[in-house]
């Protein structure tokens, strides 16, 4: 114990020196929180939103290129061109919903749902947009239509249809008038989706931008004179929270519940579940997650190709706990490796009932064991979506 | 010496600190009230959730749809304002203590001690006739009207809260409080960045001279407030400790209701020496002529029990085997009041007698806070493995068992299985000890080095 220390620092504090420069003795400031927040933030979160602005611009063209050259009876590879442009946008999308703070996650959300809103989406509703639109295209108002009808995952849908048909019940008004136009219906529906989500993309990218909203210079400013977070310690809790989305939405949503070793809306226990698959037309859910896996990998350590600078593992260093950044940073590595070593059809791997994907989901498990124990209670951080109420 | 306890328990004493203290209760519970209307916690706590965990023999009790709970809240805050006030108190007190009894009955991760203490107090002022000065009642009914009640009436308004404060230091004797300083080292550590005092935090000797100082308040500030010659000095001791923890930590009302409530320590006529202050006169009762009135055989009867519950209550924890920290066995209706830190994930497997296995998130079935709070307490876990069980049924699920693979750190301790994850708690029986429940992990906490 070391208590005799304190009474300089009391009198310190005492006289008003709580601004002034650490005195020799003082303990080592060897750890800035905010440093972390302006590295997290200007170098590792707003590349993200930037390239995924980049490439969401990209697919409109793609598509309008299909498009017309499906008009034009010749389609060639321009739908191979446009899903690859989907794909990389959504790629990237992927990057940044691995943690999803700051402006697309404010409003429950909101930006988020409308750039990508799965699980939420209805392909009869599609479907019904697909000939309502190509019938009458001055009907059609993006603006006014739910997020279940729009976004990445919508035009997912429209540019791998599983069938020619439409997926509802009882057949939507004007479908049966499309004919041998539903290939041209759906790829301008696409289209239009596609000049939305490019829109969103970039207001979300602005409002992370010092030049637009700065959200990157409101998390690195934390705490501040004029900033909207008491501490930098509680923008610190806030990018926490983001890392979150590895536990609930990639560790069970994504991959535990469509291979049926988590609750699932089938009921199947060990077996498949498609319902519950991510993006299930394209099969692209093996490379979502391993994009997901990469952007956390950055955050919580702060490294890029490009940069390196302070994060969670530096944080948990500077509190004398580098065995414990060590060890998460090895089990989400590991879980990176096992995620590689599965099939990139994710389909063909819950087909064949391949071990690899449990494998890969109890890897991943380590990582957010540590996550929500003492990650957690090291960094004295709270659990996400939790509402801070009285305690005792 | 029983005699003269007898006699200065039955002497006349004047009224006033008791009707100062249910003043000061019902002013305090209004802004509880107040408080939690104009926040989210209402929707937070009974709307959001879509099950509850429950106490024994009260499964029963449900919230009222969102309008209802917010409308009982509101009924509170007006049963709250008749208690400071004194209108029809015989009524309004027991209202107010059954409807706030009824908020904590709903869902255990409402549990907070202070709200325990709501109830107690609510409780002891429905027994008590605090209204019989200050009051609508005692103005309006001259035969309500009182200058002096029996000594034991304000002892046992002391005994409650001299037992919260005593049982909550004797709950702080733990190694990992006094020798390591933990979880005060952890809490510290993230409020570095608080104004002018957050520099001291970044000393980690102040988290073990901040645990000695709140043991030692606790265990001993009864003895300094019940002594008149160290009353005052003591009291101004009481406003800085809950100020300050107040300032440092999420406790709500408590340090208020504690402060509030230790003024029943001074003399029995405090109120009038204050109010003589402010140019108020107000004359204390000449008490050589009242009667000494005993409690009737009834209410001593009723009292000891009370008595011997408030002290058996926080003590049962040491005839169950194990850490109360990690078990919490008996850790409830204790005043253990935080004193230790729990993170960590609970994950539910069902396991079909084909060996097939089925993980079943918590969340679900809980909101954030509720996972959180069920993550540290095992009976809750093993409510909520019942109620998964009943679910998975249910839905047409048969012949499997309910297990908890559970990592849990203490105090920053590793992260260590807390639930059998062998035992299928669909066959645990909640009663007697709890072998379910693994051993505590061993070893000191780890300690962190407080940053800026």
């Given at each position: 114990m070391r208590a005799p220390r304190l009474l300089p620092l009391i009198l310190a504090a005492a006289c008003g020196?709580?601004?002034?420069d650490p005195k020799?003795?003082?303990?080592?400031?060897?750890?800035?929180r905010s440093a972390m927040l302006a590295h997290l933030a200007r170098e590792v979160l707003l590349p993200i939103q930037a390239r995924a602005a980049a490439e969401a611009a990209g697919v409109p063209a793609a598509i309008d290129g299909y498009c017309d050259a499906l008009e034009a009876g010749t389609p060639g590879t321009t739908l191979d061109t446009a899903r690859a442009t989907w794909a990389r946008a959504m790629d990237t999308w992927q990057r940044a919903e691995a943690v999803l703070i700051g402006p697309a996650a404010m409003d429950n959300k909101a930006l988020r749902s409308l750039i990508y809103a799965w699980p939420i989406i209805s392909t009869c509703e599609i479907d019904r947009d697909t000939a309502s639109r190509y019938l009458d295209?001055?009907?059609?108002?993006?603006?006014?239509?739910?997020?279940r009808v729009r976004s990445l995952a919508a035009i997912e849908y429209l540019l791998y249809?599983?069938?020619?048909?439409?997926?509802?019940i009882t057949t939507p008004p004007g479908w049966d008038t499309l004919g041998a136009n539903v290939p041209r219906a759906r790829c301008r529906l696409a289209e239009a989706i596609a000049i939305d989500v490019a829109a969103k993309t970039v207001v979300v990218e602005t409002a992370w931008k010092p030049d637009g909203g700065n959200y990157a210079g409101t998390l690195a400013n934390a705490?501040?004179?004029?900033?909207?977070?008491?501490?930098a310690h509680e923008a610190v809790n806030v990018v926490s929270n983001g890392l979150f989305y590895v536990d609930y939405?990639?560790?069970?949503?994504?991959?535990?519940e469509p291979a049926g070793i988590a609750d699932n809306s089938c009921g199947a226990v060990g077996t498949k579940?498609?319902?519950?698959?991510?993006l299930p037309y394209a099969d692209r859910t093996t490379f979502a997650v391993r994009e997901n896996l990469a952007a956390l990998r950055e955050v919580f350590t702060g490294t890029t190709p490009t940069t390196d600078g302070l994060g969670f593992d530096d944080f948990l260093r500077a509190l004398g706990h580098g065995d414990v950044a060590d060890q998460m940073t090895a089990n989400l590595d590991n879980a990176i490796a096992e995620m590689n070593k599965l099939s990139d059809s994710f389909l063909a791997a819950l087909n064949s009932n391949d071990p690899q994907i449990a494998v890969a989901h109890t890897a991943l498990r380590a990582f957010t064991t540590d996550l929500k124990s003492q990650f957690l209670t090291l960094l004295a951080l709270e659990l996400p979506d939790d509402v801070p109420t009285d305690n005792d | 010496m029983l005699d003269r306890i007898r006699a200065a328990a039955t002497r006349p004493v004047d009224i006033a600190s008791l009707a100062a203290f249910r003043v000061i209760f019902g002013t305090v519970m209004f802004a509880s009230c107040v408080r939690l209307l104009a926040s989210s916690w209402i929707d937070t706590m009974?709307?959001?959730?879509?099950w509850f965990f429950t106490y024994p023999g009260f499964s029963w009790v449900q919230p009222w749809p969102a309008w209802g709970m917010y409308l009982h809240y509101a009924v509170l805050a007006l049963l709250s304002l008749g208690i400071a006030s004194g209108t029809f108190y015989r009524v309004v007190t027991p209202l107010f203590t059954l409807g706030f009894l009824y908020t904590q009955l709903i869902?255990?991760?409402?549990?907070?001690n202070h709200h325990y203490l709501v109830v107690l107090l609510g409780g002891l002022l429905t027994c008590?006739?605090?209204?019989?000065?200050?009051s609508i009642d005692a103005r309006r009914d001259p035969?309500?009207?009182?200058?002096v009640v029996p000594a034991w009436m304000v002892w046992l308004v002391r005994f409650q809260i001299g037992i919260v404060y005593t049982f909550a230091g004797l709950a702080k004797l733990k190694v990992d409080w006094l020798l390591h300083g933990q979880p005060l080292n952890l809490w510290l550590a993230a409020r570095t960045?608080?104004?002018?005092?957050?520099?001291?935090?970044?000393?980690?000797?102040l988290a073990y001279v901040m645990s000695w100082a709140g043991f030692l308040f606790d265990t001993t500030i009864t003895l300094w407030l019940s002594w008149r010659r160290t009353r005052l000095y003591a009291y101004f001791v009481v406003i800085f400790f809950h100020g300050a923890t107040g300032y440092l930590f999420n406790i709500g009302m408590f340090p208020i209701i504690m402060t509030s409530s230790?003024?029943?320590?001074?003399?029995?006529?405090w109120p009038r020496t204050l109010l003589a202050r402010f140019g108020r006169r107000s004359s204390p009762p000449d008490v050589t002529h009242e009667p000494h009135v005993a409690p009737p055989r009834v209410a001593r009867v009723a009292i000891a029990i009370y008595v011997a519950l408030q002290v058996a209550l926080p003590l049962?924890?040491?005839?169950?085997?194990?850490?109360v920290l990690w078990?919490?066995?008996?850790?409830?209706?204790?005043?253990?009041?935080?004193i230790r830190e729990k993170h960590g994930p609970v994950v539910f497997v069902a396991v079909f007698a084909d060996g097939k296995r089925l993980e079943v998130p918590a969340r679900n079935y809980l909101t954030a806070r509720q996972e959180r709070e069920m993550a540290g307490q095992p009976d809750l876990i093993l409510q909520l493995a019942r109620h998964i069980g009943a679910s998975l049924r249910g839905r047409g699920f048969r012949d499997f068992a309910v297990h908890a693979e559970t990592a849990i750190s203490l105090n920053a301790r590793r992260p260590a299985p807390m639930?059998?994850?062998?035992?299928d708690l669909l066959r645990?029986?909640?009663?007697?000890?709890?072998?379910?429940v693994l051993p505590a992990p061993g070893g000191p906490p780890r300690s962190v080095t407080p940053v800026r």
């Open positions: 020196g709580g601004g002034a020799p003795d003082a303990k080592p400031d060897s750890f800035d295209p001055s009907s059609y108002d993006i603006s006014t239509k739910l997020v249809p599983p069938s020619e048909s439409h997926s509802c705490g501040k004179s004029g900033s909207p977070f008491a501490s939405i990639v560790k069970d949503m994504k991959i535990a579940c498609l319902a519950e698959l991510e | 009974y709307v959001e959730p879509s869902d255990v991760t409402n549990y907070l008590l006739p605090a209204h019989g000065a200050w035969s309500v009207r009182r200058r960045e608080t104004p002018i005092f957050g520099r001291l935090f970044l000393e980690p000797s230790a003024l029943i320590f001074f003399s029995p006529s049962r924890h040491h005839v169950y085997p194990g850490s078990n919490e066995d008996g850790m409830r209706f204790a005043w253990h009041v935080l639930i059998d994850p062998a035992v645990v029986r909640d009663i007697g000890p709890r072998d379910w």
